[in-house]
Structure formats: structure tokens, C-alpha cells
T-cell receptor
Framework: QQQVKQSPQSLIVQKGGISIINCAYE??????FPWYQQFPGKGPALLIA?????SEKKEGRFTISFNKSAKQFSLHIMDSQPGDSATYFC???????????FGEGTQLTVNP | NAGVTQTPKFQVLKTGQSMTLQCAQD?????MYWYRQDPGMGLRLIYY???????DKGEVPNGYNVSRLNKREFSLRLESAAPSQTSVYFC?????????????FGPGTRLTVT
């Protein structure tokens, strides 16, 4: 049973456009929601993370929007660049932080 | 700092063979993890070690064993490899004592079982 569902599986965006990736979770005990970015042949790396006491967090061109009542969160990439082309994973964990549950991943391609 | 290192980078095994994947971190982190990554399934936790001397099962532990050799090293062993274990394996570490849940990943080991 996948506790974190991610969509879409793949996404193609033009340079300068907005990329939006969505995740939904089931476990109401989750209280830490990170996004990881992975380039081909590399391990994932933390991009941005949010806790449920805020509804939005922005870091540069990357924004997480969080809807606790709907149990959904999303990643928005503004002014998408070809260098953003990668696989993005949402994840969630409970307070202990020791067990991350990942979504299925979204392969983003930004065309020049 | 090298961060998290994994060996080997690539491995091909025949069904029934055994092997150990090695992982080491030089960030003095207390927690270490093993994940497998398969297309369309994200990363799934195999085993983790919250601190030196402890290990716990994750989501998909069957067919694997782990050893937390010391604070730096955490190995994953396949006793009798099966084609279903063909995957990319990632080791990660974190320092939960600081209240920072960020996990730092190694470059991965691509394993093929024929």
C-alpha cells in the first residue's frame, strides 16, 4: 500500500513555464514533508521541506504548498529551466524522522 | 568530506549468489538507511539503523540482512540473490539528534541479478 501517492508520473514543460507536481498522503501522523531532486546517475538530494504548521514555503523558484485538511502537498517550480530537468520525489515521515515514505517520482523535462 | 560513499557502483550476480553492499559516511551521523529504487515505485526503505548497535526493518526487508559495523559503516547483504532484487540500491545517513531530518544519499549501486 503506497502511503504517499504522487502525480504526474512524467511532466514536460517549456522553459520559463511553471511545473507543478502533486502528492497526497494517508497517514495523519505524518508531520514532515520533503521534496528530493535526483539527476540521472546520482543519489537524491533534499530540495525543500515543510512542516504542517505552515501552508506554504518558498525557496527561490521552488515553493511547497500544503493543505492539511485535504492531506495534499505540491511542489511548484516557477520559471522552469532546462537545468531543472530531473526526477522529483515527494516524501513524508512522522515526528521521529527516521522513516521516510517516498512517492513514486515525477520525471520532469524542461524544453529549451 | 566525501559524504556518503557506496561500493561497488555496479554488480552483476547470478541467481543464488551472495554479496555485500558497502556504505560509509564521514559526517558523524547517527542514523543510516538502505533503500532500493525501482521504476515507478519511488524509493523503498529496506532497513535502517537509528544509532550504532541498532537496526530495524523497513518496508521491504525480505531477502536482505544488514550490519551496522560502527558509526561510519552500514552494510547490506544479499544471502541468495533473486532476479526480483535487480534494482538500484541507495545508502543514506542523517543526524536526527539535531532535529534535522535531511537524509544525505550516496551515489547508488546498480545491481543486476540474472
Amino acid at each position: 500500500q503506497q502511503q504517499v501517492k504522487q502525480s504526474p508520473q512524467s511532466l514536460i514543460v517549456q522553459k520559463g513555464g511553471i511545473s507543478i507536481i502533486n502528492c497526497a498522503y494517508e497517514n495523519t501522523a505524518f508531520d514532515y514533508f520533503p521534496w528530493y531532486q535526483q539527476f540521472p546517475g546520482k543519489g537524491p538530494a533534499l530540495l525543500i521541506a515543510i512542516r504542517p504548521d505552515v501552508s506554504e514555503k518558498k525557496e527561490g523558484r521552488f515553493t511547497i504548498s500544503f493543505n492539511k485538511s485535504a492531506k495534499q502537498f505540491s511542489l511548484h517550480i516557477m520559471d522552469s529551466q532546462p537545468g531543472d530537468s530531473a526526477t522529483y520525489f515527494c516524501a513524508a515521515s512522522e515526528t521521529s524522522g527516521s522513516r521516510l515514505t517516498f512517492g513514486e517520482g515525477t520525471q520532469l523535462t524542461v524544453n529549451p | 568530506n566525501a559524504g556518503v560513499t557506496q561500493t561497488p557502483k555496479f554488480q552483476v550476480l547470478k541467481t543464488g549468489q551472495s554479496m555485500t553492499l558497502q556504505c560509509a559516511q564521514d559526517m558523524n551521523h547517527n542514523s543510516m538507511y538502505w533503500y532500493r529504487q525501482d521504476p515507478g515505485m519511488g524509493l523503498r526503505l529496506i532497513y535502517y539503523s537509528a544509532s550504532e548497535g541498532t537496526t530495524d526493518k523497513g518496508e521491504v526487508p525480505n531477502g536482505y540482512n544488514v550490519s551496522r559495523l560502527n558509526k561510519r559503516e552500514f552494510s547490506l547483504r544479499l544471502e541468495s540473490a533473486a532476479p526480483s532484487q535487480t534494482s538500484v540500491y541507495f545508502c543514506a545517513s542523517s543526524d536526527l539528534r539535531q532535529g534535522d531530518y535531511e537524509q544525505y544519499f550516496g551515489p547508488g549501486t546498480r545491481l543486476t541479478v540474472t
